[in-house]
């Protein structure tokens, strides 16, 4: 709320880290929705789960706490639909998409909006676009109109166009400023090189530059249909009034077979492990991401590989804070986590520390994550990390709009309707053998694992090639560069843009 | 979520001519014969609880060469006490389902844990185990120390707009101990002795410099009993020194130039203003949400959408037991010139400073405040978190539900004069960003 100091000094870096993952991770702690609890006595509202003839998918809950609405649409095309050369566009069209939309112009829509005291936004993802409005209850009728406008009828009005781009191109630029963010964005365009999760969401400045009107309009009229689309409704409502406002909002949207795209398949592994050198020469700390490719979100092993990764850097008790924090203080945060997506989804390590003790802390990183893949796991400790995640649960529904993401991912990736109800029970009845399999199964091992350090190369260059051979090293704007090309193995020492010795 | 039994939030239609009901939470509240303070709020919507620990303590008790020192201390508060040795704390907490954390700020530090209802017992022994037996160790000093070191540099030092914030700080106030950031200077942290941090437990970590705030699905009675039970036993402490933060008068505009390596230009302007609990504070509110509150607020508008000046803009009036800042950020876009953007700035306070805010506007800027102040109840941990903070900078839990009449009671008229008395262009500090291409930082200052 306004006014409350932000929290800034957490006491744990670790929340961090985390949060970036669970950011990318559309599911990764993903818990659904239903009835009652056979277990503990949390429940959840009756979900009320109907499709319209158009192909629509809408989910209704009712919760009355708090005066409130939420929808939550997602839209099955997002930065792995944009085209060659077009980077950047799923996310332009997201953001033009309510910039004025039926008679309403672009400034009298945000004023249709902020009048009601509400929001609505869309976000642009890889594998979907989300489209998010919440609204007071007592506005439910006039935020679902407008809504339904910027689905349906967005205006695309070349200038708007025009300005959303704009504001993209000064978003990438602006990014190339923050480390944490630097490295994520490196992180992905080195694991994964030309395959979706490696493209920047938001393109690279040479794409982004050359998108215009008709584009953003190409892309909405091929993935904008009911057909590929799914609504979650969770507030104050009625489930019946919901229903009906819903349909009668959308049913005479019109439907097309080819908008739902067709997936690739899963991302390839890592074959040798690599390193990448992100050049920043006045930064005093290094940003530090290890990671792999490894389960997508329909994994039936992911649930045993998060019992494991809570304990190896999901907690805040977890082995890697003992180790790196507790221990040693090389850092004020260290944190693992599966970034578990659509068609497959990545492990990674993120931590950081003070340029001297930044190659330290790699290798702490890495052989105390090493030790943990090939042990069998304390059932001791296996419990206590099943009792984190099981006590942590209501606190993930808590609230309608985080009961709606759930409900959504729950469409989405086409998982049990139950999924909710039986997380508790599912986590319960994991094993610490199976834990312990999951673990050697889907952290990578030393010698196959993409590493990305971000700080000054004159400092870490040698230190790093004297661990790992050859390391490339790049300027932060040169690694929207690296989804273009296919990444095979380590490069020659100095192949891209920065001299050596800088 | 959800199947709720009890209502967790009664709305309560406030008078015959208000237009928006009052929102109040029920809570009751009780003060231990030594002192500490106990709300519990009843939400019994999900079988979790929240528990906050406030120590009314934050940067603003330190002094120069010791700034750091209350969020260092922060850090130590997870090391163990008499009955729970070192790593018990976080084992403890998560083994029985639980999250915990902890932050500072000028005004205080929290201790935040989340869990399910049965682990009650256990959390709130392993509290009162640290407020009144903590374990003030060389080693648990050292530890910490470096991880905070490190902290300061991922907040501070390695970040722009966390460099330009401390900046404006340090050239604001003259005087305040508002002036240094929370995390406190480098070369600070050096020097905090195990001495310094045993007086500093005595003296603030009382149970009578404490608020104490359960919310969730507890009885009320039952949960002061075992509140009794745990902390009843911790012993009073002499009240803590006063804290004087009378500023001299600003003589003028203070520029800061910062030079570093960033992408982007940007600026930040502060202006003091009120403590939270001055009557002004509610029209600068008011004032903040109108100016930068919404895609249709007034500097957004003109900067982002009409002249393309900037990337981002934002307006913020933060709430504090002394006197705060009102804070303007921009960051301009690629090509953009600060000149410009100050140009707008001024033009666009000039106007709220000489005219009254049309009522539409200001409808809407109230109703932004009403829906944010709804959506800050969502959780049981946002809800506890509310409860105190409001418990120790405006002195009472009550002046969060007395929020909406408040704004609702600010007149176009009232906005009109908060912004010609507070936010003077010769009354404000002003921190501009000039990115260096190369590999220098400085930081250039005139007072």
């Not at chain 1, 209704?60 to 939420?70: D, G, I």
């Not at chain 1, 395959?195 to 009107?213: A, K, T």
């Not at chain 2, 199947?3 to 009052?22: I, M, N």
């Not at chain 2, 340090?170 to 005087?175: E, G, Q, S, T």
């Amino acid at each position: 709320m306004r006014g409350m100091p932000r929290p800034l000094r957490d006491r744990r870096g670790a929340r961090w880290a985390t949060a970036v993952v669970a950011v990318l991770a559309i599911g990764v702690l993903s818990q659904s929705p239903a009835t009652a609890w056979s277990d503990d006595e949390v429940r959840l509202p009756p979900v009320t789960r109907q499709t319209l003839a158009n192909g629509l998918r809408v989910v209704v809950a009712q919760t009355s706490e708090l005066p409130l609405v939420e929808m939550t649409v997602m839209v099955g095309a997002g930065a792995a639909q944009d085209p060659p050369g077009q980077e950047g566009l799923a996310t332009l069209t997201a953001a033009t998409l309510t910039r004025g939309a039926g008679r309403l112009g672009a400034e009298a829509l945000a004023e249709a909006i902020d009048a009601l005291g509400g929001t609505l936004s869309a976000v642009g993802g890889t594998d979907a676009t989300v489209v998010s409005a919440e609204f007071l209850a007592e506005d439910f009728v006039r935020g679902l109109e407008l809504l339904r406008l910027v689905l349906r009828e967005p205006r695309f009005e070349k200038d708007e166009v025009r300005r959303a781009r704009d504001e993209q191109l000064a978003g990438l630029v602006a990014a190339l400023e923050e480390p944490s963010a630097i490295a994520e964005r490196c992180f992905a365009a080195f694991l994964y090189g030309d395959y979706p999760y490696g493209r920047p969401q938001d393109g690279r400045r040479e794409s982004v530059e050359r998108l215009g009107r008709r584009d953003v309009v190409r892309f909405w009229n091929a993935y904008y249909r009911p057909n590929n689309v799914i609504l979650v409704l969770v507030g104050d409502v009625a489930p019946g009034e919901a229903v009906a406002r819903i349909s009668e909002a959308f049913g005479s949207w019109e439907p097309d077979p080819r908008a739902v795209p067709s997936r690739v398949g899963p991302p390839p592994p890592v074959a040798a492990t690599r390193v990448l050198l992100v050049d920043m020469p006045e930064a005093t700390q290094a940003q530090i991401r290890v990671g792999a490719p490894a389960l997508g979100r329909n994994a039936p092993e992911l649930l045993a590989a998060q019992v494991a990764n809570t304990m190896l850097g999901g907690g805040f008790s977890s082995r890697l804070i003992e180790e790196l924090r507790v221990k040693r203080s090389l850092t004020y945060g260290a944190s693992s986590g599966f970034a578990a997506r659509l068609t497959g989804g990545d492990f990674r390590l993120a931590t950081f520390s003070k340029v001297p003790t930044a190659v330290e802390t790699l290798e702490l990183l890495r052989s105390t994550t090493e030790d943990f893949r090939t042990r069998p796991l304390d059932p001791k400790a296996v419990a206590k990390a099943k009792a984190y995640l099981r006590g942590q649960f209501p606190l993930r529904v808590e609230t309608p709009d985080a009961l709606a993401a759930r409900l959504a991912e729950i469409e989405f990736f086409g998982l049990p309707e139950n999924d909710l109800e039986t997380f508790r029970g599912r986590v319960a009845a994991v094993t610490p053998a199976v834990a312990s399999a999951a673990a050697a199964r889907w952290i990578p091992p030393p010698d196959r694992q993409a590493i990305v350090v971000v700080g000054p190369a004159s400092a870490l260059r040698a230190p790093l090639e004297a661990r790992y051979g050859p390391v490339r090293v790049v300027t932060p704007a040169a690694c929207e560069q690296l989804a273009l090309a296919a990444l095979s193995g380590p490069q020659p020492a100095g192949s891209a843009s920065v001299p050596p010795g800088r | 979520m959800v199947v709720r039994t009890v209502a967790a939030l009664l709305l309560v239609l406030a008078g015959p001519c208000a237009a928006a009901p009052a929102i109040v939470l029920p809570v009751e509240g009780r003060t231990l014969a030594n002192g500490l303070r106990v709300l519990v709020h009843p939400d019994r919507s999900a079988p979790v609880v929240a528990s906050y620990v406030f120590f009314r303590v934050g940067s603003r008790n330190e002094q120069v060469p010791r700034t750091g020192k209350a969020h260092l201390f922060e850090h130590m508060m997870f090391n163990g006490g008499k009955r729970f040795g070192p790593g018990v704390f976080d084992d403890l907490i998560e083994g029985s389902g639980g999250s915990t954390n902890g932050y500072t700020t000028r005004d205080l530090t929290a201790y935040v844990n989340a869990f399910p209802r049965e682990a009650l017992e256990t959390v709130l022994a392993l509290e009162a185990d640290r407020m009144g037996f903590l374990a003030i160790t060389p080693a648990n000093l050292e530890q910490e120390r470096g991880i905070v070191m490190e902290e300061r540099r991922l907040r501070i030092d390695n970040d722009v707009g966390g460099t330009m914030y401390e900046q404006l700080y340090l050239h604001a106030y003259a005087r305040s101990p508002y002036r240094w950031n929370p995390v406190g200077f480098m070369a600070d942290l050096a020097l905090i002795t195990l001495e310094d941090a045993r007086r500093f437990f005595t003296t603030y970590y009382a149970p009578n410099n404490a608020v104490l705030v359960l919310a969730g699905d507890l009885d009320p009675g039952d949960a002061f009993r075992r509140v009794e039970r745990a902390f009843g036993g911790i012993r009073r402490q002499p009240a803590p020194p006063p804290v004087s933060a009378e500023e001299p008068a600003q003589e003028g505009e203070r520029r800061i130039v910062v030079r570093r390596r960033a992408e982007l230009p940007a600026l930040l302007a502060g202006w003091k203003t009120v403590r939270a609990t001055d009557p002004d504070r509610p029209a600068l509110d008011v004032l903040a949400q109108l100016l930068a509150g919404g895609e249709s607020a007034r500097l957004v508008r003109d900067l982002v959408r009409e002249h393309e000046l900037v990337t981002t803009v934002d307006a913020d009036l933060r709430w504090g037991i002394d006197p705060e800042l009102f804070t303007l950020y921009a960051q301009a876009r690629p090509g953009r010139r600060l000149e410009d953007i100050l140009g707008r700035l001024d033009a666009v306070l000039a106007r709220y400073a000489a005219e009254p805010v049309p009522p539409a506007e200001l409808a809407v800027a109230k109703r932004q405040l009403r829906a944010e102040f709804v959506k800050g109840l969502k959780t049981v941990s946002g809800k506890a978190n509310q409860l105190g903070f409001f418990e120790c900078v405006f002195g009472s839990y009550e002046a969060l539900f007395g929020l909406l009449e408040q704004w609702e009671a600010v007149s176009g008229e009232d906005v009109r004069r908060v912004a010609a008395t507070y936010l003077a262009p010769a009354q404000r500090t002003l921190v501009l960003l000039e990115p260096l291409p190369a590999s220098s930082t400085t930081v250039q200052g005139s007072r």
